[in-house]
């Protein structure tokens, strides 16, 4: 057998044994334990090999604007109006540059595909839109990119954003987004969603239940919605704190309505913790949404960034390791089925969601990353770094392990 490329000595899964991965026309052509070969050979040296990561759920639109957000109060009321303000004056070339920034740091950390939502409104125009667009399109050569044409800031009380929201579906957005806790009419918010995608054929992807109150929750209309519309399997949401604050038999049964109807769910650790529970002044919330209890229910569920260096979450590197990491520690989780489990919400699980197969296969794409760790387990436990990554068969990044420079003996 003839290849482009062995990737030789590297560990799948957690399985015993290094294997080699052979390589052609972008294609995984074999895995076994040793290939013979002419191709060029790149030394995995024992590192574990994986798929890569997928995140569900980023904002590249208004990432790194910091510098123009007063961040007074901490709180999501706070943190709206200020993306709002300051997204008034966003340019199609400021948008870029901060969405490159982000992306590039995504590569390095071995990020293979995502979503990211994009704002669309009077105040944003389609500035945001036509950037991330052209995001979509000169990075193609190292992640795929879902662009998520949002309405962050509702719909009923600003009925133009319906007609941009549609005009950015026809002009090559992937699918819809909705956020029915910033409109005066979540339920009709949530309808009006519905309809769109319907009449563009695409997918949902809310931001929903973002607070800490039991009471309330928009998701049995969602759910209603999805089921009436027949959409089972086209609908995600994101945040749904609002369980964290239920009780344990509320959250069962709405875990097992959201299986049923095939609705996924992603956590999002930095901004939830950043955001929520301010008004408790002793034993602080976390405010996560029980990740591990609606993967266990058959809810396809996944953890992502959300936001970087913004009023939503004034901290981030574009790293789902270290987010990966904040969710098992937040969550208290130390057995190795339960990180195993917070491992796949970054990236099979999370591709699953996205609509976005992820894995190694023979037969499939050769969108590999390499982890300088030994398995899954513990690059999450260990925030292990990634060292090299291709994509269809192409090699996109590298990061040299480093080296200890020892002083040499007297």
Same mark, same amino acid.
């Given at each position: 057998?003839?290849?482009?490329?062995?990737?030789?000595?590297?560990?799948?899964?957690?399985?015993?044994?290094?294997?080699?991965?052979?390589?052609?026309?972008?294609?995984?052509?074999?895995?076994?334990?040793?290939l013979?070969?002419?191709?060029?050979?790149?030394?995995?040296?024992?590192?574990?090999?994986?798929? =890569?990561? &997928? /995140?569900?759920?980023?904002?590249?639109?208004?990432?790194?604007? @910091?510098?123009?957000?007063?961040?007074?109060?901490?709180?999501?009321?706070?943190?709206?109006?200020?993306?709002a303000?300051?997204?008034?004056?966003?340019?199609?070339? %400021?948008?870029?540059?901060?969405?490159?920034?982000?992306? *590039?740091?995504?590569?390095?950390? =071995?990020?293979?595909?995502?979503?990211t939502?994009?704002?669309?409104?009077?105040?944003?125009?389609?500035?945001?839109?036509?950037?991330?667009?052209?995001?979509?399109?000169?990075?193609?050569?190292?992640?795929?990119?879902? &662009?998520?044409?949002?309405?962050?800031?509702?719909?009923?009380?600003?009925?133009?954003?319906?007609?941009?929201?549609?005009?950015?579906?026809?002009?090559?957005?992937?699918?819809?987004?909705?956020?029915?806790?910033?409109?005066?009419?979540?339920?009709?918010?949530?309808?009006?969603i519905?309809? @769109?995608?319907?009449?563009?054929?695409?997918?949902?992807?809310?931001? @929903? /239940?973002? /607070?800490?109150?039991?009471?309330?929750?928009? @998701?049995?209309?969602v759910?209603? *919605?999805?089921?009436?519309? $027949?959409?089972? $399997?086209?609908?995600?949401?994101?945040?749904?704190?609002?369980?964290?604050?239920?009780?344990?038999?509320?959250?069962?049964?709405?875990?097992?309505?959201?299986?049923?109807?095939?609705?996924?769910?992603? &956590? +999002?650790?930095?901004?939830? +913790?950043?955001l #929520?529970?301010?008004?408790?002044?002793?034993?602080?919330?976390?405010?996560?949404?029980?990740?591990?209890?609606?993967?266990?229910?058959?809810?396809?569920?996944s953890?992502?960034?959300?936001?970087?260096?913004?009023?939503?979450?004034?901290? $981030?590197?574009?790293?789902?390791?270290?987010m990966?990491? #904040?969710?098992?520690?937040?969550?208290?989780?130390?057995?190795?089925? /339960?990180?195993?489990?917070?491992?796949?919400?970054?990236?099979?699980?999370?591709?699953?969601?996205? =609509?976005?197969?992820? =894995? +190694? %296969?023979?037969?499939?794409?050769?969108d590999?990353?390499?982890?300088?760790?030994?398995?899954?387990?513990?690059?999450?436990?260990?925030?292990?770094p990634?060292?090299?990554?291709?994509?269809?068969?192409?090699?996109?990044?590298?990061?040299?392990?480093?080296?200890?420079h020892?002083?040499?003996? #007297?």
């Amino acid at each position: 057998m003839t290849f482009d490329l062995v990737l030789a000595g590297a560990r799948i899964g957690r399985r015993a044994g290094l294997v080699d991965i052979g390589i052609k026309h972008g294609q995984i052509l074999a895995i076994e334990a040793e290939l013979t070969s002419d191709a060029p050979r790149e030394e995995a040296c024992g590192c574990f090999v994986f798929g =890569g990561f &997928v /995140d569900s759920h980023i904002h590249l639109d208004k990432a790194c604007i @910091l510098d123009r957000c007063i961040i007074c109060e901490g709180t999501l009321h706070e943190a709206v109006r200020e993306s709002a303000r300051a997204k008034a004056a966003f340019t199609v070339e %400021d948008v870029y540059a901060r969405a490159a920034r982000v992306i *590039e740091a995504a590569i390095l950390h =071995g990020t293979m595909a995502l979503r990211t939502f994009v704002e669309i409104d009077p105040r944003a125009g389609f500035r945001s839109f036509e950037a991330i667009m052209a995001i979509k399109r000169d990075y193609a050569w190292a992640i795929d990119v879902q &662009v998520c044409a949002f309405a962050q800031e509702g719909t009923t009380q600003e009925p133009q954003t319906l007609a941009m929201l549609a005009q950015a579906l026809r002009h090559g957005a992937d699918l819809i987004g909705g956020c029915p806790y910033t409109d005066p009419d979540p339920a009709a918010h949530i309808r009006d969603i519905f309809d @769109l995608a319907e009449q563009h054929a695409v997918a949902i992807d809310f931001h @929903l /239940d973002f /607070d800490l109150d039991p009471s309330g929750s928009n @998701l049995p209309c969602v759910i209603a *919605e999805t089921r009436r519309r $027949g959409y089972d $399997g086209r609908v995600s949401i994101g945040h749904a704190t609002k369980l964290s604050a239920m009780a344990p038999d509320d959250v069962r049964t709405i875990a097992g309505e959201l299986a049923e109807a095939g609705i996924g769910v992603t &956590v +999002l650790p930095a901004t939830d +913790l950043f955001l #929520l529970g301010r008004g408790h002044d002793r034993l602080v919330p976390r405010g996560i949404a029980p990740a591990l209890l609606l993967s266990r229910a058959g809810v396809t569920t996944s953890a992502a960034t959300n936001n970087i260096l913004n009023p939503f979450t004034p901290f $981030g590197d574009a790293s789902l390791v270290r987010m990966a990491n #904040l969710l098992a520690n937040t969550a208290h989780l130390s057995r190795d089925d /339960d990180i195993l489990a917070v491992f796949a919400m970054v990236s099979e699980a999370a591709g699953s969601l996205i =609509g976005h197969p992820q =894995g +190694l %296969d023979v037969g499939k794409a050769a969108d590999i990353v390499l982890l300088d760790a030994a398995d899954p387990v513990s690059v999450v436990r260990e925030i292990r770094p990634a060292v090299a990554g291709w994509k269809r068969g192409r090699k996109t990044f590298s990061r040299p392990r480093p080296t200890l420079h020892r002083p040499e003996p #007297l």
